[in-house]
């Protein structure tokens, strides 16, 4: 079965998260899809995040399980080439993606992985455990070319048994991410920033990673050093802000009116909020090589996250499950401001167009054709 279209460029079909709601993962999807677009090429995204089931001309939804094989399918035949986002997180998502990839093997093609997030994720890497190893073996060798956001992940797929030609590194970040119309406020939050200093912004989501309690406790301890704080809590989906609400009811007057609660905002908000941010806190670990950390340094606005091993030069770590450790990487920065502004970083390079390349490198593909028998 030939990839291509009639006019023997590949037709593209991205599975992964697509807006709304925004995040990482949806962001550079879609930039890389307008990329791709933009070069001639045929792409379409079948979108499984939040608002999957809404039917929408910009996406392909899916309805269930056998909607989304059946669609997987019916792209296949018409001879796109596969190329599913997965993480170590999910068991539904390593299930999607695996579906895929073996749909792709079993009709003669070599379907693209591009794997996220970085080593503390809950699934990958586990060298200890039998059966995930075997599934995540399973993953890396069915699927013909891998991407993933750092050199350090890409080692730790090699360790799987993997080939390390098959499997390339590109930064989910790109200048790109920092082409934004600034947004103006609304009431409620223009009243917050002109109430509140130092202000730090806090992309979260209602899931064990994001350690709320922890983050909710380092904010009580470092407001009693400087009761002016406030926090933006962001990024909860729609179907996460009620648990998020009823979380924030149970505090105190004073604990509640020191926080902005909002919902997941468009990326133009999103980056308007952040300009405004004394420094962006970042709990999770397991994101690796997290896009908004880098779209805050590139910014020129201080970064304080919980510490994976791949965070960039800049940053200001801490351990992920010390308290402590986060209310005085927080005082810090107060006390040493200009010269942590002095070691922040900038990214340059366009990795939007080089995920594009990637995808549609056809000669890559080719050879992975070849050498599929021996994998």
């Given at each position: 079965m030939r990839e291509a279209g009639g006019n023997n460029r590949v037709k593209i079909l991205q599975i992964g998260n697509y807006p709304p709601p925004m995040c990482g993962w949806a962001m550079q999807t879609k930039l890389v899809i307008d990329e791709i677009r933009k070069r001639g090429y045929v792409c379409d995204v079948l979108k499984i995040n939040e608002n999957r089931h809404v039917k929408d001309p910009s996406y392909v939804d899916v309805q269930n399980g056998p909607d989304y094989l059946y669609k997987v399918v019916r792209f296949r035949l018409r001879?796109?080439?596969?190329?599913?986002?997965?993480?170590?997180?999910?068991k539904k998502g390593y299930l999607l993606a695996l579906a895929a990839l073996l749909v792709a093997r079993f009709t003669l093609s070599s379907g693209l992985l591009s794997f996220h997030g970085g080593l503390s994720q809950h699934y990958f890497p586990?060298?200890?455990?039998?059966?995930?190893?075997?599934?995540?073996q399973l993953l890396f060798?069915?699927?013909?070319r891998i991407v993933c956001n750092s050199e350090v992940v890409r080692d730790a797929i090699v360790a799987y048994g993997v080939r390390p030609s098959k499997i390339t590194a590109i930064a989910s970040f790109s200048t790109r991410y920092l082409d934004f119309e600034a947004k103006p406020f609304n009431t409620e939050q223009e009243k917050f920033l002109e109430e509140h200093t130092p202000v730090f912004f806090c992309y979260v989501s209602f899931r064990p990673e994001y350690r709320l309690d922890l983050l909710?406790?380092?904010?009580?301890?470092?407001?009693?050093?400087?009761?002016?704080?406030g926090f933006i809590w962001l990024g909860f989906p729609e179907k996460e802000m009620p648990a998020a609400e009823k979380y924030v009811q149970a505090w105190g007057k004073d604990e509640r009116a020191s926080l902005l609660l909002l919902g997941n905002?468009?990326?133009?908000a999103f980056l308007s909020l952040l300009t405004r941010s004394t420094a962006y806190i970042r709990t999770p670990a397991c994101d690796g090589v997290s896009a908004s950390v880098l779209e805050s340094l590139a910014l020129g606005v201080p970064v304080i996250a919980s510490e994976n091993g791949t965070r960039p030069r800049g940053v200001l770590t801490y351990r992920e499950t010390d308290v402590q450790d986060l209310c005085a990487r927080m005082s810090y920065l107060m006390e040493n401001r200009s010269s942590v502004n002095v070691s922040l970083g900038t990214q340059e390079k366009d990795?939007?167009?080089t995920m594009a390349d990637w995808i549609t490198n056809d000669s890559a593909a080719d050879q992975e054709k070849e050498m599929s028998h021996a994998i």
């Open positions: 001879g796109y080439r596969i190329n599913v986002h997965v993480n170590g997180q999910s586990r060298y200890d455990s039998r059966k995930l190893l075997w599934a995540f060798h069915v699927a013909g909710r406790q380092a904010m009580a301890d470092f407001r009693r050093h400087f009761p002016r704080t905002l468009d990326h133009d990795n939007v167009s």
